[in-house]
C-alpha cells in the first residue's frame, strides 16, 4: 500500500496569499510522498452574500472572470490542467503584475498548452454553476467564515495556511508536518495573529 497523502487544493487565482500557498505546497512535494489535485473556489461567490464594503465588493466582482476561464479549461480537458494553468495565470497576476485581463489569460492559456480560445468565457455565465459546485465542495469542508486557499488531506481540511515568504526547501517540509499534526488534532479549529507584513511571492 502506497504512503502517499492525496491533497486537494481549492484557490481563487486573483488570492496573493492562496499564490504564495500553492507555491509552498509545490516545495512540500518535492520533499514529502504527497499529490496534489487542484479544485478551482471563488471569492465572488464567497462573498456574495456578506456585509462587505462597496469598493471590496466591485474588486471581488472582477475577480470572477479568471475563474470561469479554469472552469472552461477544466470542463474541456479535465481538473488535471488546473494545477499547471493556475501557475502560468498566478506567475502573470502576481509574480510579474500583469493586468488581470483576457489578454494575459489567453497568454497563460497558451502557455499551459491550452486553447487559447477558452478565454470567452471570462464574460461567460456558462460554467457558474461548475464553479459554485467546486466552491461548496471546498468550503463544506471548513466552513463560511474563510476564504481561499483550502486544504483537505486524509479527512482533515483547514484554511491555509497564510504566510509570507514562500516556505522553501525543509522549512517548507517542516511546515507542511507541523500544520497536519495542528490541523489532525481533535476538537482544534483555530491558531492565528495579524499580517504584518505584505505577500512576498520571491
Known sequence: MSDRKLVDFWFDPA????????????EVAALRPIDVRWHIMSLAVLNEDKDIPA????????????????????????????GDLYTEIGRRFHDEGRERDRATLAEALTAAGLDSALVAAHDSDEYDEAIRRSHGEGIDLVGQEVGTPVIAVEGTAFFG?????????????????????VAGTDGFFELKRSRTRDPIFT
Do not use: F, M, N
Request: aromatic share 10%; charged share 25%; hydrophobic share 50%.
Open 161 to 181: 495556511p497564510v504566510v509570507s515568504p514562500i516556505p522553501r526547501g525543509e522549512a517548507a517540509a517542516r511546515l507542511w508536518d507541523g500544520v497536519l499534526l
Open 15 to 26: 488570492c496573493p496569499w492562496a499564490w504564495i500557498t500553492s507555491r509552498w505546497i509545490h
Open 55 to 82: 469598493d471590496y465588493r466591485e474588486r471581488v466582482g472582477q475577480t470572477l472572470g479568471a475563474v470561469r476561464v479554469l472552469a472552461a479549461a477544466a470542463d474541456k480537458y479535465g481538473e488535471e490542467v488546473l
